[in-house]
């Protein structure tokens, strides 16, 4: 009785937050018509929209850029992460807590911003790195205009998706496994592929799935780098659609759909692969984490970590810190780069000026931390329901929950516009439509980032709970919230940074009283101009690096009084 | 018209002459030169109301000038805007409108045609100094030009040491890979620009600039950023878009070429729903007055749809440039078909 209450109030919220603006983003699809303003009507229904844009060679040309460059990135990406998760959880290579922070430095980076400074590092004819290379008399050059410059982009600023989840499955993976396969005569790189990747395979799959999709619905990427050769993607190419004059938003609607089919499959393919094994790590046995150690070999994991920092963080900082206090970016050699008379504080007493810049930044906090306190509840709840319940309905809830991933942010945004404009209350022109709009596009985000923590917790420790007579509630609170608790943070800090970045949907959901960052961002951008691009990006950067230091150091404190209080 | 609303215009009238004949000054002036802008009652119900919501399809950083400047007439009068590209205002607007939730008292948008659909759901306004302006760059008694944005042609003085004197440079072979254009689908003033190449440059303009390979860009703002990196070195561009980094500035040079300068008036109205709409008429009446078109022309590089314009912006003269506006019929009727026939010239992606 209590289980189908709350089977049916899950698919209620859901329903509102998932079902209904993709019905309405369906409907748009199969018809030519604005729903909101048309009526919801379903005489006009045909698939023309699907069949133009099936037939049109530039969206196959677009999604197969789409497809090049999301695989490539997330292939580095791969690599990258995974292997940084290894250094800093499982090797004593010196300084791994500043590996782990530049491990995931780039997530503070909306894709805008990467954009605009790979722009200005990686340009064939103004590009800095090819400014100092001509400077050195060396005969390279490199181009980032081009597929290879945005499979690089993405492969480096998504690498932090697989290194968060395989990094903490490597956490909470007893090492005896470990050290069994070694006694058995298996050197370290063998049990690293026999045992440990195998082990943590869940984690990998989701965070390589997990960035794939993130890669698919970027926007600010691929416009920046690729619209000078004119390299389309399925995201710049919807958002084309709905940039024209007049915008083609039935259209975009049904190339979205296309995409939310490809990006169904996949995570359809994932239950398939991850579907009836076990991968639990934690269990009721005490052990310590263990550290391999690498002799002279750690200076060269501490080397890469270095070189990662310099290409993902230092660079691109560079570049916008050159762009941001620099009167104009035209640089005709290296000198003129070193002349400090090109510099000043024009930029950002020009961005200070304006009203918006500081409505915008309190709109932003306020909004993220809504959306990452609501968000983060409701994916413990429907995480929970799904892997630790037997509750009928909960595969609907798992797929439901999933369904917004595959929705690219600007269309995501048109659904919710019409979906919710109408519902009476006022939700529209408040910070809360922007709020509930980011729960429902990231809720797969949060419910697969915490479902790896539920995956691991063996049951064994739920049941004593209940052997010793808590109540489910009582369990969840006193066992399953301790021991997930590292997960459910990095949930609410992934969902609090992914808010405060989301630009998409964003953007037709803000009114004046509500405009965010990102928008304003994307404001000075289109504004044409680098300089206050830079400067607010920069702005945006250290908020975010001051926020969430901020929240990890209060989450360390937390973590290190319940460990207390538990030992 | 009523005739309650000709004797309020014709008083205005009047109360502007006067103003004028005293040659007040146009800045710090006290209460009665507000008069220009609005009837007391007028300034007094639109202070009451305090504020106003301002939809734009112009840039924000340049809006925010305006509303900047006209806060220094009346800076009890909150602007808060919200801007997006073209089409993106006209889906917000229609969906606000249809769901009874339109907030925008002032909606200003460069594509007129898109804006002739909603043309019911404005409110009848004029301002003062209606009759001032110039009838062929409105479409509707409701909807006024209260931005009046001219193309010009600007290049890199780093980059190119024999600059383009005319439209018909650009077609050199000289000048391959160093051009850019702002794609034809971007909207209102492109769609004013390619209409222009090809009715008065010639039907084979477009092809002899596209054997350039002219870079495209989705707006003039980011290309204009461009030309001042050197990522391109030149290429036609809104006055206002580049007008601000030469004043700045920036190695960069701007002239208007001797056939003509195509001109794109903005179609801007009140509501019938605005909530502020006194707040709103005083904003439009200022924007629209002669002070308020001056600020835009000398500090934002924009011309005015002002029969007799008070000053042209720097580099621009009257008796050399032609202007050129649009037939109305034309910029409605062929824009689908030529748009295409563009993306298709200039291997524009659709």
Redesign the interface.
């Known amino acids: 009785m209590m289980a189908g209450l709350w089977v049916t109030l899950l698919l209620a919220i859901l329903g509102f937050l998932v079902i209904y603006p993709l019905l309405t983003l369906l409907l748009g699809a199969l018809t030519d018509t604005?729903p909101?303003?048309?009526g919801f009507s379903l005489r006009h229904l045909s698939i023309t929209n699907f069949l133009a844009v099936l037939a049109?060679p530039?969206v196959a040309?677009a999604l197969f850029n789409t497809l090049i460059a999301c695989g490539g990135g997330t292939l580095i990406a791969v690599v990258i992460g995974l292997a940084f998760s290894w250094i800093v959880v499982r090797t004593n290579t010196p300084f791994k807590g500043f590996i782990a922070a530049a491990s995931i430095l780039p997530l503070f980076a909306p894709p805008l911003v990467a954009g605009v400074a790979w722009t200005i590092l990686g340009?064939p004819?103004?590009g800095l790195i090819n400014t100092m290379f001509k400077w050195m008399n060396l005969d390279w050059r490199v181009d980032f205009y081009s597929l290879w410059g945005l499979v690089f982009v993405f492969g480096i600023y998504y690498a932090p998706y697989v290194y968060m989840f395989t990094s903490s499955a490597l956490r909470n993976m007893d090492p005896s496994l470990e050290e069994a396969a070694e006694i058995s005569g298996a050197s370290a790189f063998a049990t690293l592929f026999s045992v440990t990747f195998p082990l943590i395979m869940p984690a990998i799959v989701s965070g390589m799935l997990l960035s794939f999709i993130v890669m698919l619905g970027i926007y600010g990427i691929p416009a920046v780098l690729g619209?000078?050769t004119?390299i389309?993607v399925l995201t710049t190419y919807i958002f084309?659609l709905?940039?024209?004059?007049?915008?083609l938003?039935n259209t975009a609607a049904a190339v979205a759909i296309i995409l939310m089919v490809v990006t169904g499959a996949l995570v359809f393919l994932q239950q398939k692969v991850l579907s009836g094994r076990s991968y639990t790590t934690v269990a009721g046995k005490a052990y310590r984490p263990r550290n391999l150690d690498l002799g002279p070999w750690r200076w060269f994991t501490l080397g890469l970590g270095i070189v990662y920092l310099l290409v993902v963080v230092i660079l691109p900082s560079l570049a916008l810190i050159v762009a941001a206090f620099r009167?104009?970016?035209?640089?005709?050699d290296a000198a003129s780069l070193f002349d400090m008379r090109q510099y000043s504080l024009m930029h950002f007493y020009s961005i200070f000026d304006?009203p918006?810049t500081m409505r915008s930044i309190y709109n932003a906090v306020e909004v993220g931390i809504i959306t990452a306190v609501v968000g983060g509840t409701l994916a413990f709840a429907i995480g929970y329901t799904i892997h630790r319940t037997n509750v009928p309905g909960r595969r609907s809830i798992d797929l439901v929950s999933t369904l917004p991933v595959a929705i690219p942010g600007l269309v995501i945004g048109?659904a919710y516009?019409?979906a919710w404009?109408?519902i009476p209350g006022g939700l529209?022109?408040t910070i809360w439509i922007l709020a509930l709009a980011f729960i429902a596009r990231f809720m797969p985000d949060t419910v697969k980032a915490l479902s790896t923590s539920f995956l691991q917790i063996h049951r064994e420790l739920e049941e004593a709970a209940w052997v010793c007579g808590k109540g489910m509630l009582g369990t969840i609170r006193t066992i399953v919230l301790p021991l997930a608790r590292p997960g459910v943070i990095a949930s609410m800090t992934l969902l609090f940074v992914l808010a405060i970045r989301e630009l998409g949907s964003s953007?037709?959901l803000?009114?004046?009283?509500t405009?965010v960052m990102s928008v304003?961002l994307l404001?000075?951008?289109?504004?044409?101009?680098?300089g206050?691009t830079a400067a607010f990006s920069l702005v945006q950067t250290v908020l975010l690096g001051v926020l969430i230091g901020g929240a990890n150091w209060l989450s360390r404190g937390a973590a290190q009084g319940s460990v207390a209080r538990t030992g | 018209m009523n005739k309650k609303m000709i004797a309020r215009i014709v008083t205005r009238f009047v109360t502007m002459a006067g103003i004028a004949g005293l040659g007040i000054a146009l800045n710090g002036a006290p209460a009665s030169a507000q008069q220009e802008f609005g009837s007391p009652e007028l300034i007094a119900a639109a202070k009451a109301e305090g504020k106003l919501?301002?939809y734009t399809a112009n840039?924000?950083?340049?809006e925010?000038q305006v509303i900047k400047a006209f806060n220094k007439r009346f800076p009890e009068i909150k602007v808060?805007?919200?801007?997006?590209?073209?089409?993106?205002l006209?889906?917000?607007v229609?969906?606000?409108?249809?769901?009874g939730?339109l907030?925008a008292d002032v909606v200003d948008h460069s594509?007129r045609a898109?804006m002739v659909d909603l043309i019911d759901m404005f409110q009848d306004y004029a301002p003062p100094n209606a009759a001032d302006y110039n009838p062929d760059a409105q479409i509707s008694p409701k909807l006024w030009p209260r931005a009046t944005l001219v193309w010009s042609i600007a290049y890199?003085t780093?980059l190119v040491k024999d600059p383009p004197k005319t439209w018909m440079d650009l077609t050199k072979p000289q000048y391959d890979k160093m051009t850019g254009q702002v794609f034809a689908?971007?909207?209102?003033t492109t769609?004013t620009r390619i209409m222009f190449e090809r009715q008065v440059l010639g039907e084979d303009y477009w092809a002899k600039q596209a054997s350039t390979h002219p870079?495209?860009?989705?707006?003039?703002?980011?290309?204009?950023?461009?030309l001042?990196?050197?990522?391109v070195a030149m290429g036609p561009l809104l006055y206002n878009?580049i007008y601000p980094?030469q004043k700045?500035?920036?190695?960069i040079k701007i002239f208007f070429p001797p056939e003509g300068a195509p001109v794109n008036p903005y179609a801007t109205g009140i509501p019938k729903t605005a909530a502020h709409p006194n707040a709103a008429k005083l904003f439009l009446n200022w924007c629209l007055s002669k002070e308020g078109q001056t600020f835009m022309i000398q500090e934002l590089g924009n011309l005015t749809s002002l029969k007799v314009a008070p000053v042209y912006p720097e580099g621009f003269d009257p008796k050399v440039v032609k202007v050129w506006l649009p037939k109305f019929d034309d910029y409605v009727k062929l824009h689908a078909a030529w748009v295409a026939d563009w993306d298709k010239t200039f291997g524009?992606?659709?």
């Open positions: 604005n909101v303003v048309d049109n530039n040309e340009s004819k103004t619209a000078p004119n389309a084309k709905t940039n024209w004059s007049p915008p938003y009167k104009f970016m035209f640089i005709r304006n918006l048109v516009l019409w404009i109408g529209y022109g953007l037709f803000y009114t004046s009283n405009m304003l404001d000075y951008y289109e504004g044409g101009n680098l206050k | 919501v301002y840039f924000a950083e340049v925010q808060e805007m919200v801007r997006a590209p073209g089409g993106q006209i889906t917000r229609k969906t606000e409108a249809a769901a939730k907030i594509d898109l890199n780093e689908q971007s909207g209102g769609w870079i495209l860009y989705p707006s003039g703002a980011p290309m204009a950023d461009s001042v990196r050197g990522e878009a980094k700045d500035g920036a190695p524009y992606r659709q």
